[in-house]
T-cell receptor, first 113, second 113 residues
């Protein structure tokens, strides 16, 4: 079974900082990996989906990288803003069991004005 | 489009009661999923469906049942509710299940007392 770990569990930074959120997974045979954002009391919103054949994916101030062989993904947030405050979850999808996502427990981010 | 909708938003059940959580999507997605999220944890897959009439178990299916009679609807049934089923339940959908994004509903917060 895939085990997903996200470090740090919580992060508090002043506005404007560049951030790196880490995700590691135990089974490198993945089909793709998705990063989500979850606001308090809300559902998940997809931020980036990176295929196993890709090394990175970018959307605005967000950049996700994937190192499948080492079982790692990072989410880079440039020039953080208070509106970025949320919990960020990663979810690798297994190649052999692609209907199953395994989620990390997330990194709770607080960006202070 | 309304996207993925879930009802109710909140519910309190007594031990041994039953209920159905409703989920509907209007994006003509083939794949639908039910997850639960316990406090401070990631999401765990309960059941999923790859099309009308086809369902399969996820990681934590015990105590739940599903059906998928139409493309749009994917209800989750709780039989004989137990305190361990206290959680937030999320429904999600995607078009193909392979390389595209999952879209999530806002969640149902369930408490079993």
């Amino acid at each position: 079974k895939q085990e997903v770990t996200q470090i740090p569990a919580a992060l508090s930074v002043p506005e404007g900082e560049n951030l790196v959120l880490n995700c590691s997974f135990t089974d490198s045979a993945i089909y793709n990996l998705q990063w989500f954002r979850q606001d308090p009391g809300k559902g998940l919103t997809s931020l980036l989906l990176i295929q196993s054949s890709q090394r990175e994916q970018t959307s605005g101030r967000l950049n996700a990288s994937l190192d499948k062989s080492s079982g790692r993904s990072t989410l880079y947030i440039a020039a953080s803003q208070p509106g970025d405050s949320a919990t960020y979850l990663c979810a690798p999808r297994g190649r052999d069991n692609f209907n199953k996502f395994y989620f990390g427990s997330g990194t709770k981010l607080n960006v202070k004005p | 489009n309304a996207g993925v909708t879930q009802t109710p938003k909140f519910r309190i059940l007594k031990i041994g009661q039953s209920m159905t959580l409703q989920c509907a999507q209007d994006m003509n997605h083939n794949y639908m999923y039910w997850y639960r999220q316990d406090p401070g944890m990631g999401l765990k897959l309960i059941y999923y469906s790859v099309g009308a009439g086809i369902t399969d178990k996820g990681e934590v299916p015990n105590g739940y049942n599903v059906s998928r009679s139409t493309t749009e609807d994917f209800p989750l049934r709780l039989e004989l509710a137990a305190p361990s089923q206290t959680s937030v339940y999320f429904c999600a959908s995607s078009y193909t299940g392979y390389s595209d994004t999952q879209y999530f509903g806002p969640g149902t917060r369930l408490t079993v007392l």
